[in-house]
Structures are given as structure tokens and as C-alpha cells.
């Protein structure tokens, strides 16, 4: 059975980067794209962006453009999540999810989230 | 971006009422609209997509329904464990974005 476990939560200062694992195990890594979706306390679900990780060409939502950058390393099945010029407002649980379906695509699969808190 | 709204935000039920979850989209997303459920501390899990395909393991007291851009997800005989926040969340394009989420809690 294919799970998604991600790295622990994290501390950061305002300004620093952060980089959050996601590691599929129990089935094929390859085919399917996973994405990151963040919940800030009390707030709904955002989609920041995926890959699919063979090409490993990753897309990315407008509004992180240029701040979030995702990646895969195939021979560990892990894809991760760096991002960067972090805020408070950038204090959120990540989870990575995996994205199946082509005319009607939908997450099927979930990490454990990671807890991210930006910090002075 | 498509945005999609939820109402109510929030409701109470007893055990064994019939909810139901509107979810409308700013534009007209075809059937390409998911339903998930969340309790508090854990990840989402998908119950409905397409509009009204049953995730496999999903109890059939749960349904979803509509096209374009209104739907619903309808709850008939609540049970104890259906007490949690649901999303709709639309894949008819990228970006893909969520309602704001609706809390369904005890009466």
C-alpha cells in the first residue's frame, strides 16, 4: 500500500528557506504527480504546486512563482519542497499529496502534513 | 484562478440528520469538482470525485451532486464520525483551489 511520510516540523527565522521531504513508498513513484498543498491555522487548503517525478518537470501556482521550488530524486521516491523568503505569514502545515486522474484529476493520497513556523 | 465558496461555513447536527454542503464555483467547472474531509490534527481524505463518484471506502450515506458551478455534498443519517470540516476543491484547472471549508459540528 503506497504511503506519503514527510520530513518533521521545522523552525525558521523570517527570511530563511525552508525544505520539506515527502517520501512514497509501497508502489510506483514515477507516473503520478505529487503536489504541496498548505493550511495556515484556521485557514482553508492552498495549492502551491507539483511534479510529476519522471520528467521531473514541476509547475507551479502564480502566487509562488519564484519563491517555492520542487524536486524529485527518483532513486529514493522522495520529492521535496523548498521555499523561501519565509514570513510568518508563511507559518502553515505542508502537505504533499499525490494527484491522480486525467479528465477528472483529484488527491487521492496524503502525507502526515509537516508544521512549519516562522519565528523571530 | 477559480474561486470556489462554500456555505454554510459552518453547521450544527444531531446524529442522524440530513446535511447538506453547497459549493459554487466562480465559473463553470463542468463535473471536475472533489469533496474531502478533514478532522482536526490530520490530513484531508477524499470522499466524492467528479461530482458524484464514491471514493472507494466511503460510506453510501454520503453523495454529491450538481454541474457548472453549483454542488453539494449531502449527508443523509449523520453518524459520530462525520463530525469534521469538508472542502470542495475544483479540477478543472490549475491552479487548483479549495472552498474556505465547512464545519460540521454536535448540535
Known amino acids: 500500500q503506497v504511503q506519503l511520510v514527510q520530513s518533521g516540523a521545522e523552525v525558521k527565522k523570517p527570511g530563511s528557506s525552508v525544505k520539506v521531504s515527502c517520501k512514497a513508498s509501497g508502489g510506483a513513484f514515477r507516473k503520478y504527480e505529487i503536489s504541496w498543498v498548505r493550511q495556515a491555522p484556521g485557514h482553508g487548503l492552498e495549492w502551491m504546486g507539483g511534479?510529476?517525478?519522471?520528467?521531473?518537470?514541476?509547475q507551479y501556482a502564480q502566487k509562488f512563482q519564484g519563491r517555492v521550488t520542487i524536486t524529485a530524486d527518483d532513486p529514493t521516491s522522495t520529492v521535496y519542497m523548498e521555499l523561501s523568503s519565509l514570513q510568518s505569514e508563511d507559518t502553515a502545515v505542508y502537505y504533499c499529496?499525490?494527484?491522480?486522474?486525467?479528465?477528472?484529476?483529484?488527491?487521492?493520497?496524503w502525507g502526515q502534513g509537516t508544521l512549519v513556523t516562522v519565528s523571530p | 484562478d477559480i474561486q470556489m465558496t462554500q456555505s454554510p461555513s459552518s453547521l450544527s447536527a444531531s446524529v442522524g440528520d440530513r446535511v447538506t454542503i453547497t459549493c459554487r464555483a466562480s465559473q463553470s467547472i463542468g463535473a471536475s469538482l472533489n469533496w474531502y474531509q478533514q478532522k482536526p490534527g490530520t490530513a484531508p481524505k477524499l470522499l466524492i470525485y467528479?461530482?458524484?463518484s464514491l471514493q472507494s471506502g466511503v460510506p453510501s450515506r454520503l453523495s454529491g451532486g450538481g454541474s457548472g458551478t453549483d454542488f453539494t455534498l449531502t449527508i443523509s443519517g449523520l453518524q459520530p464520525e462525520d463530525f469534521a470540516t469538508y472542502f470542495c476543491?475544483?479540477?478543472?484547472?490549475?491552479?487548483?483551489?479549495f472552498g474556505q471549508g465547512t464545519k460540521v459540528d454536535i448540535k
Open positions: 467528479a461530482a458524484s
Open positions: 476543491q475544483q479540477s478543472y484547472s490549475s491552479p487548483w483551489t
Open positions: 499529496a499525490r494527484r491522480i486522474g486525467f479528465s477528472h484529476s483529484m488527491f487521492d493520497l
Open positions: 511534479i510529476i517525478p519522471f520528467p521531473g518537470v514541476p
